[in-house]
């Protein structure tokens, strides 16, 4: 983030998306990490990509203090599928 924040000349990222819940890290320390961007003031918002339902519902079970406002899909003109739950 610290990269990200010095390359793109601000203070503050408006959105900040993990890309694809990671199954080697638990997802209570990843959106951890993610409120303590948001309480330091490096990020205003959590969003998630590539999530499953089932991967999303468990993200929003573990956040405490910030919630997550986007949940961005796959789905395009050339792959018309979607995750499973």
């Known amino acids: 983030v ?5 390359h793109l000349g601000v203070d503050c990222i408006d959105l900040y998306q993990i890309h694809a ?8 320390d990843t959106l951890g990490a993610m409120e303590d961007l948001v309480d330091a003031g490096k ?5 998630v990509s590539n999530f499953s339902v089932n991967d ?3 993200a929003l079970a573990v956040t405490r203090k ?3 406002v986007s949940n961005q ?3 395009n003109l050339i792959d018309r599928t979607h995750l499973p739950s």
């Open 73 to 75: 899909i796959r789905f």
């Open 43 to 47: 990020i205003r918002h959590i969003g």
């Open 21 to 28: 819940p990671n199954p080697a890290v638990p997802i209570q």
């Open 66 to 68: 910030h919630r997550i």
């Open 2 to 6: 610290n990269s990200s924040l010095l």
């Open 56 to 58: 999303l519902k468990r």
